[in-house]
């Protein structure tokens, strides 16, 4: 797989096969990959927590609001729930920048995670309590939480479209659309 291949095959996954574990040695390799990501200053601000306990996956699943264009779908039911969580934390003092930090972060941990045939998806509508009791981070406070799991659904990525809204067809396949490179390129 090139590198266009992984960033295409890279779409945002929301049911998993929740019985199948992504091997802890694996979660520590993509959180490296976000170790060695460019950051503010170099300051190395981030700190990251593996969630992989069914409880504790069971408390922080309870405050996530699933893909909001989707309105009759809730979220996924027992058995399609991430198999794992990888939260970023940032210092609640000093957060200049840390929020592009997270997300560099973040866009490194889910390239390596599709390189190794996980899904994730990078969560922002999250319960900070919820995360907090799972996670707790001393004088941190978690900014993104990334979902993590073998993928249970197609997703089909739609390029050159003009729509913004992803949708899901009769069949259960989530469709992502892109628009075209040329009307995002405004110079050049
Ligand atoms: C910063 C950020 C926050 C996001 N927050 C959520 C979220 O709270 N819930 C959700 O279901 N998806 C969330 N997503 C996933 C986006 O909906 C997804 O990236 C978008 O629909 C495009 O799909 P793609 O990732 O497959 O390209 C988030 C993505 C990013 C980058």
New binding site residues.
């Given amino acids: 797989m090139n590198f266009t291949e992984l960033t295409e095959k ?5 049911r998993f096969k929740e019985e199948k574990p992504v091997p802890s040695s694996l979660l520590r390799m993509m959180i490296g990959a976000a170790v060695v990501a460019p950051c503010t200053s170099n300051l190395q601000r981030l700190r990251f927590s593996i969630v992989t306990g069914e409880h504790d996956r069971n408390t922080l699943f309870s405050g ?6 989707i309105t009759d779908w809730f ?1 996924p039911v027992p058995g399609e729930r991430p198999a794992a969580y990888i939260v970023i934390h940032v210092p609640e003092k000093d957060e200049l920048f840390t929020g592009i930090d997270a ?1 560099i972060a ?2 490194h941990i ?1 390239l390596a995670g599709a390189a190794q045939g996980v899904g994730s ?6 319960e900070a309590d919820a995360v907090n009791r799972t996670a707790p981070a001393e004088g941190y406070k978690p900014v ?2 990334i ?1 993590l799991g073998y993928p249970g659904e197609t ?1 089909v ?1 739609e390029k050159d479209s003009k729509k913004i809204r ?1 949708w899901r067809d009769e069949k259960g396949v ?1 469709h ?1 659309p ?1 628009l075209p490179l040329e009307t995002l390129i405004l110079k050049g």
């Avoid at 998806?121 to 999250?126: M, V």
């Fill in positions: 890279a779409r945002s996954y929301r996530i609001g699933w893909a909001g264009y979220g997300g973040a866009s889910v998806c990078i969560l922002l509508n999250f993104l939480v979902a997703v990525l992803y989530h992502v892109k």
